[in-house]
């Protein structure tokens, strides 16, 4: 199926995940290639709070639709994506308690990378692609991930 054949709604759904994924993608490389410790440390908080935030919308909204509507097609990758995002929130959790020269740190961010990438690699190749080839209609989830997503970023993803 071609982009154009994906509903309009759907693929907007979609691309906000997708978006969120380059965001977090470019920000590790940033950081691989950042010498400065205070410009590394905002790096980590941002894509902390960009990841915290992604992580609320796929488990409060994106994965239980998927689990609703996919019957048992999906629920070994929801399964392992909840196991991810448990890792990678852990991981969150402790550098969050930490400044950028404190020991293990450069090291907890690039371990968290590598989940994510793992992650998304697992989204973007498997989930995506079977969610659109089953049809799986995504457009009632425009509205609240948007609404969700707006709310968590203006809360700080304190929420």
């Known amino acids: ?50 990841l915290t935030v992604h992580t609320q919308l796929e488990e409060a909204l994106f994965y239980p639709f998927v689990r609703d509507n996919g019957s048992e097609r999906f629920k ?37 990378a590598e989940y994510v990438s793992h992650h998304v690699e697992e989204e973007e190749t498997e989930l995506f692609p079977k969610l659109i080839n089953g049809h799986i209609d995504l457009s009632p989830l425009l509205e609240p991930m948007t609404a969700r997503k707006e709310a968590l970023l203006g809360q700080g993803a304190a929420a």
Not at 15 to 25: A, F, I, Q, T
Not at 87 to 103: E, F, H, Y
Request: glycine share 4%.
């Open 76 to 112: 070994d990758l929801l399964d392992e994506a909840v196991v991810e995002h448990a890792t990678a929130k852990d991981l969150i959790r402790q550098l969050a308690g930490m400044q950028p020269g404190d020991d293990l740190f450069a090291a907890k961010f690039t371990v968290l």
């Open 1 to 50: 199926m071609n982009k154009a054949e994906i509903p309009v709604a759907q693929r907007a759904v979609l691309s906000m995940l997708l978006d969120d994924h380059r965001e977090v993608k470019k920000l590790f490389k940033t950081f691989q290639q950042e010498n400065d410790p205070r410009t590394c440390g905002q790096i980590v908080r941002e894509a902390c709070e960009k």
